[in-house]
Each structure stands twice: as C-alpha cells, then as structure tokens.
C-alpha cells in the first residue's frame, strides 16, 4: 500500500496582541498563532487487538448470516441526484415485491433520497449484510391511494430537493417544481387517484411529507429491507444478475 | 486554576512589555504555564465497527474501530491531555445495531476513551427504551442541552453540559440536538420536548463561561454543517451565538479538509469542524493556553483512518 502521506501546509502564521482597556487597567492580551497540517493516513493504523478481541463474539455471530449471497451485480451501482442506477434499482424491487404480495399493480414507488444508506454497491456478490447496509432501518412497506393533487404536491417536494428515487414516473424539474409528469408513461392526470408505494417513514409524513400522514394506509406486514432480499433472491432464483438501469426517471431542465 | 487576579496581573506585566517595545514572547512564560489541549472528534460513526469491505468500493479497508482506536492511542502517546468526543449517531447503519442493538458500539466507545458525546436522530432509533437500556452502561457522558427530557423515562440521564478540567484548563461541553418532528418516528421520541437550537447555545455558553468560569466552550451540534434554505445549521448557530470557541458537528457527514472560522455575535472567532461518517476520518485540533492570555496556539489535522 501506499506510504503515509503528510502534507503539511503553513497556512497561516499571525501573531496579534490585543489590549483592551477596562477603565484604565489593562485587562488581557491576545496572541494567537495558526499552524494547519493536513495528514492523511493510508494503513498505517490498522488494527488494535484490544478492540479485536471485544468485537470477536459478534463478528463470529453475524458473519455466520450475513455472508450468505443473495445475488450477484452485474455493474457497479450508486446514488446520486435527480436520478440514479442505485435508486432505480431500490424502487424497482419494492414495486415488484408490493405487486407480488398485493396481486395487484402498483402505480408508482418513492424512496426518501436518505432512506438508501449506501452511496454505492459493488459489482459482484450482493450479501444479506450488504443489504443490512443498503435498509438498516425496519421500516415496514405501505400502500397508498392517493389522489392526483396530492401526488402532485409531493413530486413537487421531491424536485425541491434535486430528486429522489423513484419507479413508474418520469418528470423534469424546472424551477424546483415537477413539470412533464408520465405516470408508467402516460401523461400524469391530477384528477386521477394512483397507488404508491413508500415506507411506512414517510406514510407518516417523514422527511416533511405531512400531506401523507391522513391517507389510509394499506399495510402488507413486510420490512423494505425483506423486499429487497425477496427481489434479489427472485432474481437469482430466474438466474438473473442484477443490471444497471441508467434511465434519467427524473432530469433538470435543460 | 487560573484565577482572575493574576491573570490581571500578568496582562499588566505584557503591557508593559509591549509598550515598551521589548517583547521575548517565549520568555514571557515559563514552560509551567502553558498546556497544550488535543481534541479528538468523530460524528456519525454508523455503527460502522469494522472497516468497510475489501469490495472495490470507495472506502473498502477504511475505518473501524481497531483502526480508530490504534490511531487515537497514538496520538495519547504524544500528549495524554486529550478530549474525545462524538458528535451523534452512534447507532443506526450495519447488522451490528440490528442484532445487537446498540451494546457494541457503546462498549466499543468505552474501550477506545470517549470522554463524551451527544445525541443524533438515529441515536432515537429503537426509542427512550433503548436509550435507558444502554445509557447506563456508557462511560462516556451523553450531553444535550435543547431536548427536554422531563416528562420521559430519560429524566435525569442526560446533562446539558460537563465541565472537564485539562491540565488546569476549564473545558465547558455542551451538546446541541436537531429538530426530532418530521424526522425521527413520533412514537420514536415520545414527550422529548425540542427548544431553540440558538437560545439555548447562548444561554449555555454563557452560563459556562461567566458564571461557571470556562477556560474554552465546545459545543457538540447534531445540527448539520448547512442548509439551502433557512433551516437551523452550524453555520447559522457559529454567527448567531457568543462565547462558545469551538463548535463540531455532525448530521451532514461533511468531511472537513480543515476546520472553518467564523466570526460570532460579538466578532470573535469561532471555529467548526466536522468528519465526515462512518469512522473514515478523525478530527484533530490542538489548543495550546498559557496562563496570561485569553486562547491560544491552534492547529488541527483532520486524519482518514484506514487504507487510502
Ligand atoms: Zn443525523
């Protein structure tokens, strides 16, 4: 590996005296010198047998369920804003698992842009634990009806935020609003009703989504990260690897 | 200690030295007089005990807490007057806090030293139970000054501020939390009652400094470093405050390549820092005091941890 690398730089070196006076006494001086360094450690620190040994039992213990391989990634996926391969992905699996254990269709699934933990995920084995990472969280999925003004709103918000991840629309964001709205590729209709599906999070206004919270929810008793798991292991079972889908369902205006 | 009176003193005596123009700096105090404080900060560590996976990523080999803790006993070995602090969200991000719940990082946090830390949103996650549980178990202290834990079963487990004396160098810590409503489940957080980020910082500071004598103020922020919009950060709390001379946040995972200056209420400096998450940066900055004079040398070395 690389050596150490130190790079210090001086930045700043000041000498300031300061008196104030208090009356006619003086009450302190002020003398400040600034020296910045900059080190960045390769692996050099590596390990400390003290913690070794503390995290041994639990390592043992999760390594045991957490290197089980659920599927295999085809490409490197991340995250990003408005759109990425890693949201496209997440949404795509918690649709499909909400159709699968409703037996009906789903219209469109949103994922809070914080609610994906990992920034990335390699190509190559996709382990339990990798998706332990991806959805720490036991959020629980939930269906909702909810009407075209609404939707409306909220796709408003997520504009206003640079994008979130999504499955089943497409828009633009012009101005911080969501403009050219497709629903499964059909033009978005306000006065329509459609069935989204989000974490139990943001059903309940999570992430400031407060005009979720008095929709009825619709609960099918199955965690986000259980869906994923079901999803890659459907994949797997179909022999299937899972792909990059780089479709921008969400652009800036041009 | 270094009382008023001497200080006044001593001041004198530099006056007159600078106005006579014969200043020798370093033969203005005896070695006896000054000491050097190492303050030692993560923030969001993520439950990220091991370092990240060998897997082509980004990060793989970086972090974890062998690593974390072989770095800090280092810079013990150095100089043992030393601060170690977090910033929040100790909990929440690998299988380790799903199946164990929150016991190893805080066992974790011990062994390495943690002098104390404060709460972060997801420190929340398996709600005040789950706090109660582990809380006592901590030898580190949990401070937050802005969540009003009366009418919950954490009443009383959490101090607004600690004050740790460093080689005669009073230290006031507080703890800053962020907003809960909207971000962590209701039933998640109970009767915690949220006050204002600002009030309560300058409240707090100044109490530390003027009534309880503080050498040096630090604040723990859960804040985030900053927002688009108006919403409350540690930038806004950096201008909007004074008395406090050093603020280290957190929420945002912003990895600082240095710390940031601004100037407070009153003009002064205040510096922030942040590092990053997960355990791939250490935060390091050195304050040297000497008696005579209100806040001293400074340097800082922000440290990634691991494999580059
Ligand atoms: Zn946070």
Redesign the interface.
Known sequence: ??NI?VKVKL?FIA?V?L?LISGC???????????????????E????A???S??YP??A??DST?NIVLAVCDT?LTKDKPSSNLGNFFCDAIKYIAEKKTGSSIDLAIVNYGGI?L??I???NITL?KV??LM???NQLVILKIKGDTLATVLDIIAAQGGWPVSGVNFTIKKNSAVNIFINNKTFDITQTYTLVVSD?IA?????L?MLKNIPQQKIGFLMRDALVDYLKDMNVQGHKIVANNTQRIKNVE | MWNRKS??KA??A??TL?ATGQFP?NAMVSKDDETTLTILHTNDV??R??PFPM????NQ?MGG???????I??IRKENSNILLLDVGDIW?????????NGA?EY??MN??GYDASTLGNHDF?IGLEGLKKHLPSAKFSMLNANYDFVDTILNGMIDPYKIFDKNGVKVGVFGIGIELN??V??NMYGNVKYNDPIKTANIIAEKLKNELGCNFIICLSHLGFKYENKKVSDEILCTSTKNIDLILGGHTHTFF??PLTYKNLDGKEVLLNQAGWAGLMLGRLDF?F?K?????????????????
């Open positions: 590996m690389e690398m930045l000498v005296f008196l006494a003086p009450k302190y001086f002020y003398h400040t010198t600034h020296l910045s360094s900059e080190l960045k450690i390769t692996n620190y590596k390990s400390d003290q913690i070794d503390l995290i639990y390592k213990q999760l957490m490197i933990r920034n990335m390699s190509a190559g634990g332990y990472e720490p969280f036991d999070y309940n206004g999570g992430d400031n407060n | 200080f006044i001041s004198a530099a006056a600078i700096l993520h439950s005990i091991e897997d082509g990523g980004k080999g807490a062998a690593a974390r803790l072989s770095l006993k280092s929440q991000g690998t299988p380790y806090f799903n199946f164990f190893v066992k974790v062994e390495m996650d909207g971000l489940p209701a390549e240095k040297k000497k005579m004079s209100e806040k001293k040398y400074f340097k800082y070395s922000n440290t990634f941890i691991g494999k580059s």
